[in-house]
C-alpha cells in the first residue's frame, strides 16, 4: 500500500505560480511512477504530468507543456507539480497518483494504470 497525500493547493491569480507536494508513504517510493491529474467541476479526471521512478523521464498534457514542471525526490518521497503562467482553465483539483512498475524508465498517463490516489488539493486561478 501506498499514501499519497498532497498539498500546496491555493488560490493565485492568471500568470501567477504555484507548487504542488505530493508526500508518499509505504513501500520504495522509486518502484512507483507518478503522475498529477485535475479533476474541474463537470468534467472528468484528466492527465495533467507524469514522472518515472528513477526521475529520468517525464511527460505533460499538451495544456500544460511548458508551464508545468514535474519532479520527484526520491530521498524524500515526494513529487512536486511546479506550476507556472497559470491561467483560469488550470482551476481543478488535483491529484496525485502512484502505479507500481518494474520499469524504472516508463512513464503513465492513463488513469486507469494507476493504483493509488491522493485525496486531492484544490488550484483556483482568477482571471
Known amino acids: 500500500q501506498v499514501q499519497l497525500v498532497e498539498s500546496g493547493g491555493g488560490l493565485v491569480q492568471a500568470g501567477g505560480s504555484l507548487r504542488l507536494s505530493c508526500a508518499a508513504s509505504?513501500?520504495?517510493?522509486?518502484?512507483?511512477?507518478m503522475g498529477w491529474f485535475r479533476q474541474a467541476p463537470g468534467k472528468e479526471r484528466e492527465f495533467v504530468a507524469a514522472i518515472s521512478g528513477s526521475g529520468g523521464s517525464t511527460y505533460y498534457a499538451d495544456s500544460v507543456k511548458g508551464r508545468f514542471t514535474i519532479s520527484r525526490d526520491n530521498a524524500k518521497n515526494t513529487v512536486d507539480l511546479q506550476m507556472n503562467s497559470l491561467k483560469p482553465e488550470d482551476t481543478a483539483v488535483y491529484y496525485c497518483?502512484?502505479?507500481?512498475?518494474?520499469?524504472?524508465?516508463?512513464?503513465?498517463?492513463?488513469?486507469?494504470?494507476?493504483?493509488?490516489w491522493g485525496q486531492g488539493t484544490q488550484v483556483t486561478v482568477s482571471s
Open positions: 497518483a502512484a502505479v507500481h512498475t518494474f520499469y524504472s524508465g516508463t512513464v503513465y498517463y492513463k488513469r486507469r494504470e494507476y493504483d493509488y
Open positions: 509505504g513501500r520504495t517510493f522509486s518502484n512507483y511512477a
